[in-house]
């Protein structure tokens, strides 16, 4: 099938690939003319595990082209993604100017029926907005032309972003027109062959489907990060209690991990934009707000810990940081924990050396050169003439370190963990100090 996705940015550069790859004719269109240079010589914009063959193998094979040309785009598909971003205006809510762009493009350069998928995460009645543009920028242009609007919204992961989008668990279509639902069944046969994953329903119920997972998602780990801290006021071990509540299958294991903070592009923008939604159809959204709220102290969770140490007084200290993105497998530092840490740490007068596996050029671009900031080539390299350790992110690499090492290495042996990568009684046995989310001090 002919298919165009407008915005090649995370999701709709994985949708092209994928679709591309099971054979599908695909033309990804962006405004930005570097990108589209660099993705004709195989440089892809994102760090994403198996992004870059999947890119590259279908671009030579000629299943995917990249172009700044909207008319081409369009021209092409008869299927029509849109996937640009939706950043959060000043209040919060999701800005749809790019959305609205794309669909008056389309209608501009469309000459026969086209299915306008939104496949960006868009409030609740974009949909009819979307028509509403699409229809009155025909009209000016007097032509007669049919179309369908879909919400098809994505749920992939990043840093497992292919393979979500190669097996997804459901994929949901809001339409009522029985033309775009055959031909968009046809576009995702080769996603739904042993189980039927498609479901089916009216365009806001979809629209709101995807604020409602990742709302939820987001809840659970703003509950557990709040249990957690319940434990550590109470002497509880909030792993224990993990363990414990997590073996219920109508709780079940996953988005229970406590940590200093939920980050990223989708959780803190979703939530945000939920409530704003709410706030606008004239309701109080009490447990997002406070989803929300929780979050961002838990943000201010290991520099807590690092005053509550240093009594106080950090001015001067170099602080040694294993992991700078918002999560492993990424190198994505939107709404990251260690922002957060960071800032705060210079606000206090103390240097931060840090080491993450991905995410160092982007903590360059974002902070530039700065004298309370040394990116060092390893993680053991952090260590060096550090007064402590501490840990934002659980990449692998930071799950069995050289203990002895770390010990030798740091001035005071405290270690302050974000993410619960070790025991404590482990720590103990090392002579570490060790704080971590929801667990007693060991000493
Ligand atoms: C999230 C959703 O998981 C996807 O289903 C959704 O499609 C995506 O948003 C989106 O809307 O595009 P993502 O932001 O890539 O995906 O990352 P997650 O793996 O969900 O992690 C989000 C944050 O929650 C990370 O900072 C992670 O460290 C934190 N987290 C996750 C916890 O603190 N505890 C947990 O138990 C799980």
Redesign the pocket.
Known sequence: MKVTVFGIG??GLVQAAVLAEVGHDVVCVDVDQNKVDNLEKGIIPIYEPGLTPLVTSNFEQGRVKFTTDAEKGVTHGEVVFIAVGTPPDEDGSADLKYVQAVAKTIATHMQKHKIIINKS?VPVGTADKVIATVSETLKELNKDLTFDVVSN?????????VN?CMRPDRIILGTESEFAEKKLRELYSPFNRNHDKIIVMDVRSAELT?YA??CM??T??SF??EMSNLAELMGADIENVRKGIGSDPRIGY??????????????P??VQALVRSANGVGYKAKILESVEAVNYRQKEKLFDYLMDFYKGDLKGNTIALWGLS???N?D?MR???SRVLMEKLWEQGAKVQAFDPEAMEETQRIYGNRSDLSLMGTKEATLNNADCLVIC??WQAFRAPDFELIKSSIKDPVVFDG?NLFEPSLMSEYGLHYYAIGRALSV
């Open positions: 995370y999701v995460t919204p994505e749920f992939l992961k990043e840093g497992a972003a979500d995807k997972a990742n998602l987001a659970k780990i557990m990060n996953q988005f229970i991990y406590p940590g200093c903070g939920y980050g990223g592009s989708c959780f923008k979703d918002f999560k492993p990424t994505d709404e990251a924990s992110t659980e993410r």
